[in-house]
T-cell receptor
């Protein structure tokens, strides 16, 4: 079974609109962390936001927020007021305590912002 | 250095040749990770190091792949007798400690096996 599922292979969004990128995960651990990374066409992986499983509040970083719904095992990324520079691949990842600390990655969502 | 540095950025080689990919992590980062990313795909975990030790080598796709880290710093990923299916971007990342915080990635080494 997939540990990290990103159901949207691609999305088109109008500039300045908000966008939600879906991520669901599967784990039996009580303690885990969830990450979102952005990969522009240049190839580097850029860390965006982190949510710990025990964090009671949703993480926020500037225009990025993480809609964490623990019971549903959902960790969607919300980008407010999208910009052309947001066009990139977006990856959701999870770190479990018994996974030798490696990150488990989703397949990614390609986001294209239209002017 | 200021960030994770990888070299070469691009490598084209012939099938059957050996290649070495180098990763220089952020100074002071004890954990180092190697990932492989095929075109349009997510990241495939290869190996991680805590210091110079690699406790889990199960992610390496075959015995043609090996990695080492010396001095708790630079790591080398070696692929022997390269095959066309080895063509991918090889990404290195480091973090301050093994189970904490974000991973900082290099820009990757793009390997093309002809």
């Amino acid at each position: 079974a997939q540990k990290i599922t990103q159901t949207q292979p691609g999305m088109f969004v109008q500039e300045k609109e908000a966008v939600t990128l879906d991520c669901t995960y599967d784990t039996s651990d009580q303690s885990y962390g969830l990450f979102w990374y952005k990969q522009p066409s240049s190839g580097e992986m850029i860390f965006l936001i982190y949510q710990g499983s025990y964090d009671e509040q949703n993480a926020t970083e500037g225009r990025y927020s993480l809609n964490f719904q623990k019971a549903r095992k959902s960790a969607n990324l919300v980008i407010s007021a999208s910009q052309l520079g947001d066009s990139a691949m977006y990856f959701c990842a999870m770190r479990e305590t018994d996974s030798n600390y490696q990150l488990i990655w989703g397949a990614g969502t390609k986001l294209i912002i239209k002017p | 250095g200021a960030g994770v540095s990888q070299s070469p950025s691009n490598k084209v080689t012939e099938k059957g040749k050996d290649v070495e990919l180098r990763c220089d992590p952020i100074s002071g980062h004890t954990a180092l990770y190697w990932y492989r990313q095929s075109l349009g795909q997510g990241l495939e975990f290869l190996i991680y190091f805590q210091g110079n030790s690699a406790p889990d080598k199960s992610g390496l796709p075959s015995d043609r792949f090996s990695a080492e880290r010396t001095g708790g710093s630079v790591s080398t990923l070696t692929i022997q007798r390269t095959q066309q299916e080895d063509s991918a971007v090889y990404l290195c990342a480091s973090s301050l400690v093994l189970a904490g915080g974000e991973l900082f990635f290099g820009e990757g080494s793009r390997l093309t096996v002809l």
